[in-house]
């Protein structure tokens, strides 16, 4: 796929490029409380600016229902991004409106403006290709060329994503170029260090089925915590009280333990638990005071929350020897102190260990950046959560495919 370099070489100075970004942060009202994905694309604004293009930055936030609505406006993310540019951001307040076309007509060269929440438009996530391809028309008439550098969305074939590259000169971001290269790094027997050791965490193991058949043939170790390691612990046979369980894919786990057997991969399970009868308060924080029980014996009226401290060692040991890590999903619900000990023990792990590192994404990013470490410890961390295993199962992701023409 090109690149920005390619599309510098014919010329960007004075023209309108669309950067698809991915500027779906979490908020608190109006705050943002995480701006990792904002920073992630100011390098790639910052060099088209630099030679001389006038950038119209578009993204999703949120799940709209299609029509505006005030707590899914992207206006506190165009403020954040002037702050990081150091320059004042114009803020359209529509996606292909009169807002949009004023704004983009009057921007000069070199500078940045944002269109509103691109899901205010049903035309977005249409189904229907007709009517994404209506929005897509829409969009293209407001710049000349179109780069799209939000990889947290190129597994949706939206508008803006798919339908809207093929009608524009188009290329990929020195973000996504860098995401595609790190998988890369994951994918590729030709490249890829061994022992490759895999950390999955997160709610639900219906989540994570796919990219673990996946992972099975790939990986050398995979190491499970957070919710979904209660399915298969029940698997096993264990008592999982009233932890997260989804009983439908008990068969499944049975399959994959059995698979990674066979094979002679290791797939390790939490051999100890952080446990109580009540979820945490995340919001006031009051001291949870769980209890440490073995995986074999939770209680039949407690909740596993987090692993324990002998699967934190387990853990620090199996990724010691590691040459590549991927990780995604935490180990227990980090959000509160009381259970953000398995977390931060896998995040210090991955550290400690001499691999090259990816932290793929999503509620894992989220926590380095709560718990404190220097992102730039690590070797790469994903601004794609979902769009990050997409690839590791193997998926065809449209916003790759789209910018591949």
Not at 301 to 322: F, H, M, N, Q, S
Not at 329 to 343: I, L, R, S
């Amino acid at each position: 796929m090109k690149t920005i370099d390619d599309l510098a070489k014919e010329g960007v100075a004075g023209k309108r490029v669309f950067v698809r970004a991915d500027l779906n942060v979490p908020l608190d009202g109006t705050t943002i409380t995480d701006d990792g994905r904002i920073r992630a694309v100011v390098p790639t604004i910052t060099k088209l600016t630099g030679l001389g293009a006038k950038v119209i930055v578009a993204s999703h936030l949120g799940r709209p229902k299609g029509a505006p609505d005030p707590a899914f406006s992207l206006a506190p993310a165009a403020r954040r991004l002037g702050e990081l540019l150091g320059q004042d951001v114009a803020f359209a307040a529509d996606t292909v409106g009169e807002s949009a076309r004023a704004v983009t007509a009057e921007l000069a060269d070199g500078r940045v403006a944002v269109l509103e929440n691109l899901r205010f438009n049903a035309g977005e996530t249409s189904k229907d290709d007709a009517e994404r391809g209506a929005f897509a028309d829409q969009l293209a008439e407001l710049a000349d060329l179109y780069v799209g550098d939000g990889f947290g969305a190129v597994h949706r074939k939206h508008a803006s994503v798919f339908d809207l590259p093929k009608r524009l000169p188009h290329a990929a971001g020195d973000l996504i170029a860098t995401e595609v290269g790190v998988l890369t790094k994951l994918t590729d027997d030709t490249v890829l260090k061994r022992p490759y050791v895999v950390v999955l965490g997160g709610a639900k193991v219906s989540d994570k089925l796919a990219v673990i058949d996946q992972l099975i043939d790939k990986a050398d170790r995979i190491l499970v915590g957070g919710g979904m390691a209660y399915t298969f612990l029940a698997a096993k046979g264990h008592e999982v009280g009233i932890s997260l369980l989804q009983k439908d894919q008990i068969p499944a786990c049975l399959e994959y333990l059995a698979r990674a057997e066979k094979r002679g991969v290791e797939f390790v399970l939490p051999v100890d638990v952080l446990v109580s009868a009540e979820f945490p308060d995340l919001k006031g924080k009051t001291p949870a005071n769980p209890d440490i029980v073995a995986s074999d014996a939770i209680p039949a009226d407690k909740e596993g929350l987090d692993i324990g401290p002998k699967t934190r060692e387990l853990y620090a040991a199996k990724l010691a020897d590691a040459a590549t890590v991927f990780w995604n999903g935490p180990m227990g619900v980090f959000e509160h102190p009381d259970y953000a000990g398995g977390t931060k023990a896998v995040a210090q792990g991955l550290l400690d260990s001499p691999a090259f590192t990816v932290v793929g994404g999503g509620d894992s990013a989220a926590a380095v950046r709560l718990l404190g470490f220097d992102e730039n410890a690590f070797g790469h961390i994903s601004t794609g959560g979902g769009a990050s295993l997409e690839y590791l199962e193997g998926k065809t992701l449209p916003g790759l495919a789209a910018l591949e023409d």
